[in-house]
Antibody, heavy 113, light 113 residues
Framework: EVQLLESGGGLVQPGGSLKISCAAS????????MSWVRQAPGKGLEWLSV????????HYADSVKGRFTISRDTSKNTLYLQMNSLRGEDTAIYYC??????WGQGTFVTVSS | DIVVIQSPESLAVSLGERVTINCKSS????????????LAWYQQKPGQPPKLLIY???SRESGVPDRFSGSGSGTDFTLTISSLQAEDVAVYYC?????????FGGGTKVEIK
């Protein structure tokens, strides 16, 4: 059974950093591009970033480019999102997903003083 | 970047009636080399991650009821629910996945009248 389990969310001050993770199981992790998508409270879905199966190619939304870094560790079957220079508008549920049909339950990040 | 606009933002329809949601992309989502439209539709219920309904603009995901259908090509797409059921109350999103950033539409909230 495919499982995606996000973790690492929490409260962080504006300007701070946070690294969230997505532990994957039930499929060949290295075969799939992985994405991060977020949803601010009461708002729509916002695509953030994608990383190729090999990790050699990445893309970002303009809203996070230069602040967020997506990475993956195939040995740990884990996807990461390093978030720096966090702002209030980054407050959201952060989902990892792949193949469009598989999503985690999300981890909540709150940016507030 | 491709901008994706959904309409309407919300609608209320009687049980058993037809629902039509529109999605327009600022650039064609059609990849001419394989003649596929890189456009997906999702359903999201409160407290849940999105659920893939339709991919390649008109291919229904396994297990999705056949009252859900997708149509369109190029820049204009439609999600149709042929006969609204109570369990279809949700927010629906389209997403282009041709060119990163893989942008989502703003969402359409479907309610029962």
């Amino acid at each position: 059974e495919v499982q995606l389990l996000e973790s690492g969310g929490g409260l962080v001050q504006p300007g701070g950093s946070l690294k969230i993770s997505c532990a994957a199981s039930g499929f060949t992790f290295s075969s799939y591009a992985m994405s991060w998508v977020r949803q601010a409270p009461g708002k729509g879905l916002e695509w953030l970033s994608v990383i190729s199966g090999s990790g050699g190619s990445t893309h970002y939304a303009d809203s996070v480019k230069g602040r967020f870094t997506i990475s993956r560790d195939t040995s740990k079957n884990t996807l990461y999102l390093q978030m720096n220079s966090l702002r209030g508008e980054d407050t959201a549920i952060y989902y990892c997903s792949f193949d469009m049909r598989h999503w985690g339950q999300g981890t909540f990040v709150t940016v507030s003083s | 970047d491709i901008v994706v606009i959904q309409s309407p933002e919300s609608l209320a329809v009687s049980l058993g009636e037809r629902v039509t949601i529109n999605c327009k992309s600022s650039q064609s989502a059609l990849y001419s080399f394989n003649n596929k439209n890189y456009l997906a539709w999702y359903q999201q219920k409160p407290g849940q991650p999105p659920k893939l309904l339709i991919y390649w603009a008109s291919s229904r995901e396994s297990g999705v009821p056949d009252r859900f259908s997708g149509s369109g090509s190029g820049t204009d797409f439609t999600l149709t629910i042929s006969s609204l059921q109570a369990e279809d109350v949700a927010v629906y999103y389209c997403q282009q996945y041709l060119t990163p950033p893989f942008t989502f539409g703003g969402g359409t909230k479907v309610e029962i009248k």
